[in-house]
């Protein structure tokens, strides 16, 4: 079979050859009763995540999986917002009660290693951004519940060679995607495409189900992200999650450079990403329109120049960085 690569990170290259980490983590042996407290669930999942798979499991470890985050669900802290609502009745800041697919398609827009990418896009976001593309589905509530048999049928006639979970954002999207997989059985990589303000419980639910972490880096400073996205203690969760998604799969990391934004974001992420994580890929994106409420913001009411976009650009070669050209 013809071998895709996709992004290194810490080395690793993932390839079309390896098998999809979901189908391993759904032989993995995980012993567990539906009335265990959530201690005990995380207890057996840090154990189950040392076992080697087996033929017929009984339940695994993707079974616990969904249990624990059935249980967040009831007291939801998917996101570092940690609303702990009960979303079977209310929905938190990302307004997301039941997974709303707004769409769905083969996406040949994503990285070259990526394409065609089946892309899944959910209605809802954990960030309200200014500037948002997405608005009309991050900042409403489109599309419908699609029931999770139904969409792993999707996914299973799709001919892409990934599947890109995205949105919005994906975070509140988590116990559907995990009952997607429990009735998926095709072997493409998946993708998480995130803004990773996500809790540590998230990324541990992710944790041998996602092989190729596709992320939004947006600011270095936590006073941009608290003014243009509503984003409070921004750097230190994005950072630390960057730090533990390098070390579950491979990372290609997205910096869209915004205008006025290089010294007090750009650079300091260029720099971030070299000393933390420097085996992942990095798409400098010069696409940003001032979309959505820019306008009402003086700064970002305007396109980048090239001389915004060659900085970055220069900074990143100059520190090593491995760049999506």
């Known amino acids: 079979m013809k071998q895709r690569r996709a992004a290194t990170s810490s080395g690793k290259r993932w390839t079309m050859t390896d098998r999809a980490r979901y189908l391993q983590c759904k032989h993995i ?8 407290t959530v201690e005990m669930l995380w207890q057996e999942h840090g154990s189950a995540l040392k076992r080697q798979p087996v033929e017929q499991p009984g339940r695994s470890l993707l079974d616990l999986k969904i249990e ?3 249980r ?8 570092e917002r940690g609303c702990h609502v009960d979303r079977s009745s209310n929905t938190g800041y990302c307004d997301v009660r039941d997974a709303a697919v707004a769409s769905e398609f083969l996406h040949h827009g994503e990285e070259s290693m990526l394409v065609p990418s089946h892309t ?7 960030f309200t951004c200014v500037f948002c593309q997405n608005w009309d589905i991050s900042q409403r509530q489109r599309g419908m519940y699609v029931r999770p048999e139904r969409m792993a049928a999707v996914i299973e006639q799709r001919d892409g060679v990934n599947v890109n979970w995205v949105g919005g954002d994906p975070t509140p999207n988590l116990p559907y995607i995990l009952m997607v997989l429990r009735a998926c059985s095709r ?17 541990q639910l992710l944790d041998g189900i996602i092989d190729i972490y596709l992320t939004d880096f947006k600011y270095g400073s936590d006073t941009c992200a608290a003014e243009l996205s509503d984003a409070p203690g921004y750097w230190d969760v994005v950072t630390r999650n960057h730090c533990i998604a390098d070390g579950q799969g491979d990372l290609v990391v997205r910096h869209l450079v915004m205008p006025n934004h290089v010294e ?21 994106m010069d696409q940003y329109r001032p979309c959505y409420q820019a306008g009402e913001h003086p700064g970002i009411d ?5 001389e915004e976009y060659r900085r970055v650009i220069e900074h990143a070669h100059r520190l090593g960085l491995t760049l999506v050209e």
């Open 187 to 203: 072997d493409v990589p998946q993708v998480w495409n995130s803004n990773m303000y996500c809790s540590v419980e998230t990324l």
């Open 72 to 79: 967040i669900y009831h007291d939801c802290h998917f996101c």
């Open 68 to 70: 624990i985050a059935r």
């Open 264 to 284: 007090c974001c750009s650079l300091p992420i260029m720099d971030w990403l070299a000393e933390h994580v420097p085996g992942a890929t990095v798409n400098v």
């Open 302 to 306: 305007r396109r980048i120049t090239r």
């Open 29 to 36: 042996p995980a012993r567990f009763n539906n009335d265990d």
């Open 120 to 126: 899944i896009f959910f209605s809802g976001c954990t």
